[in-house]
């Protein structure tokens, strides 16, 4: 096979047919009836059957696959030398009204840069790699990104095993339950640098018509689950000074939550995501809410304002209406900064293909943030169309999934030959 460093490989491209065919296929995995989404909340019997078919896939190539105590899943393609990887990756488990792209492109890109690589005949010096992490939407088990910051050391794999889900159940039982709980050391090894494609989830590439996001950070994450608690009663007897009603300071927190937003300005976003009501009755005033608020910036101190803000205001609320409150932390995570050499590869590779690209922030999570604490890392973003995701209605056409995985190639060729 032929080194890396001795041939130019400008005109090597992926095989958009066969990604967009392990696309299709992995989301007929939980496929979410008369859509294009799919349903496969981490660790569940449709993650697992997701995992198996991905893992075969990885088998296919030839890759060496390993499993660690948290399920996060490696695929490893040797390189002319030994050494730590080139890797990329994302994650396979979506939320329960997921999209067929969000995660899964950022794996499958993976395979087909290595099955584009071993078409070719090609060896790159470095070795690449594959992974896929658990639960990184934290839909069934906060937080995000769970399986990488357990591989980067983040938190210790007893800590996480005893997570339990929304559901009630455990990350540990199921793990084993699904068959996925691996031997492989955490923390994991650091790779020699981390990239990850993926697709924006938000509407600036397609709104300034641009194919490719080097994106140069991610937004800070502040997740708490709030429970208000007050005094049930009759909502017709009940004069309204005289009540306590948590239904009343959970709503009035996601306005406020809204206008904070607002006045703080772009990037600051805040979303109230599920409000439950107890006992959820239409002539009842609620004896509790519990509500999720979800608070992100990518200025550190500007979050730590609206966390302040947002508890100052909920505080004063339930004091005034009579009620308790309880808060729960889900997930904090600091803004991150991307590795800038890394981000130039990105872009200068993108412009090198044709595309036009543009440096830019996530807005979302992803699990290149937690890889960033280990090795050098940086992420490829690709248009949604409409900004649309975590809908199955998510779509990225053919052509930009095509750009996208072409620039994560070269990239990832570049970063091998160094």
Same mark, same amino acid.
């Given at each position: 096979m032929t080194s890396v460093s001795e041939l130019s490989y400008s005109e090597l491209r992926i095989d958009i047919d066969r990604l967009s065919r392990r696309l299709a296929e992995l989301a007929a995995i939980g496929a979410i009836e008369g859509t294009e989404g799919c349903a496969r909340l981490a660790l569940t019997d449709e993650d697992k059957a997701g995992r198996d078919l991905v893992v075969n896939w990885m088998h296919d190539l030839g890759l060496e696959v390993t499993i660690d105590g948290i399920g996060n899943v490696v695929g490893t393609m040797a390189g002319q030398n030994a050494g730590p990887p080139v890797m990329c990756g994302s994650h396979i488990d979506t939320v329960r009204t997921g999209g067929r792209y969000d995660g899964n492109l950022g794996v499958l890109a993976g395979l087909e840069v290595v099955e584009t690589l071993l078409t070719a005949g090609v060896t790159?010096?470095?070795?690449?790699?594959?992974?896929?992490?658990?639960?990184?939407?934290?839909?069934?088990?906060?937080?995000?990104?769970?399986?990488?910051?357990?591989?980067?050391?983040?938190? #210790?794999?007893?800590? /996480?095993?005893?997570?339990?889900?929304?559901? @009630?159940?455990?990350?540990? $039982?199921?793990?084993? &339950? *699904?068959?996925?709980?691996?031997?492989?050391?955490?923390?994991?090894?650091?790779?020699?640098?981390?990239?990850?494609?993926?697709?924006?989830?938000?509407?600036?590439?397609?709104?300034?018509?641009?194919?490719?996001?080097?994106?140069?950070?991610?937004?800070?994450?502040?997740?708490?689950?709030?429970?208000?608690?007050?005094?049930?009663?009759?909502?017709?007897?009940?004069?309204?000074?005289?009540?306590?009603?948590?239904?009343?300071?959970?709503?009035? #927190?996601?306005?406020? /939550?809204?206008?904070?937003?607002?006045?703080? @300005?772009?990037?600051?976003? $805040?979303?109230?995501? &599920? *409000?439950?009501?107890?006992?959820?009755?239409?002539?009842?005033?609620?004896?509790?809410?519990?509500?999720?608020?979800?608070?992100?910036?990518?200025?550190?101190?500007?979050?730590?304002?609206?966390?302040?803000?947002?508890?100052?205001?909920?505080?004063?609320?339930?004091?005034?209406?009579?009620?308790?409150i309880e808060t729960t932390i889900l997930a904090r995570f600091e803004p991150v900064l991307f590795d800038p050499r890394i981000v130039d590869i990105v872009h200068g590779t993108a412009q090198s293909l044709g595309h036009s690209v543009q440096r830019m922030p996530s807005g979302a999570g992803h699990d290149a943030q937690m890889m960033a604490r280990v090795c050098p890392t940086a992420m490829v973003f690709t248009p949604s169309v409409n900004g649309i995701s975590h809908n199955p209605a998510e779509y990225t056409s053919p052509e930009d999934l095509e750009a996208g995985t072409n620039v994560l190639l070269h990239t990832m060729l570049t970063l091998a030959a160094e």
């Open positions: 790159p010096a470095r070795p690449l790699a594959v992974a896929f992490f658990t639960d990184e939407e934290g839909a069934r088990f906060p937080p995000d990104m769970l399986g990488s910051l357990v591989y980067v050391g983040g938190m #210790a794999l007893e800590e /996480a095993l005893d997570i339990t889900g929304i559901d @009630g159940a455990r990350v540990g $039982a199921e793990l084993q &339950r *699904i068959g996925y709980d691996g031997s492989a050391p955490l923390p994991g090894a650091a790779p020699y640098a981390f990239v990850e494609v993926h697709v924006e989830q938000g509407p600036v590439l397609e709104v300034e018509n641009i194919t490719i996001g080097a994106v140069e950070s991610v937004q800070g994450i502040s997740w708490t689950e709030v429970t208000v608690t007050g005094q049930s009663n009759h909502a017709g007897t009940t004069p309204m000074s005289l009540r306590k009603d948590p239904g009343f300071v959970a709503t009035a #927190a996601a306005t406020f /939550a809204r206008e904070l937003a607002m006045e703080l @300005g772009h990037p600051q976003v $805040a979303t109230v995501g &599920r *409000i439950e009501f107890f006992p959820n009755l239409v002539n009842v005033v609620p004896a509790r809410a519990t509500f999720t608020i979800d608070l992100r910036n990518t200025d550190e101190e500007v979050l730590q304002e609206a966390e302040r803000r947002f508890a100052t205001f909920l505080a004063a609320t339930a004091q005034s209406e009579g009620c308790t």
